[in-house]
Nanobody
């Protein structure tokens, strides 16, 4: 079993930055792909970014490409999402997810474990 806990969310002004963290416990996640998803208010959950088990391959949704950076530290069992140039439309609950596979996916059905989510609000 794997437990995921997100942190780092909050309220930020447009143009600002936040870094989300997702720490895994219960079992090392060093051999699993990881992803970030988000759920805007009143909408369904959507893919944001994903990273392979080693960190050498990443993928981003078009809406965040060039502004967000995903990374991981397997020694610390931690996944990160650096979010820059934030926009009001980035407001959402952000979830990290673990896929029991070395390669990532962009569809949530392929992920096996989920965190509880952290709220990100971009507003002036």
């Amino acid at each position: 079993q794997l437990q995921l806990v997100e942190s780092g969310g909050g309220l930020v002004q447009p143009g600002g930055s936040l870094r989300l963290s997702c720490t895994a416990s219960g079992r090392t996640f060093g051999t699993y792909a990881m992803g970030w998803f988000r759920q805007p208010p009143g909408k369904g959950r959507e893919f944001v970014s994903a990273i392979s088990w080693s960190g050498d391959m990443t993928f981003y949704a078009d809406s965040v490409k060039g502004r967000f950076t995903i990374s991981r530290d397997n020694a610390k069992n931690t996944l990160y999402l650096q979010m820059n140039s934030l926009k009001p439309e980035d407001t959402a609950v952000y979830y990290c997810a673990c896929r029991q596979n070395r390669m990532f996916a962009i569809t949530e059905n392929f992920y096996d474990y989920w965190g509880q989510g952290t709220q990100v609000t971009v507003s002036s």
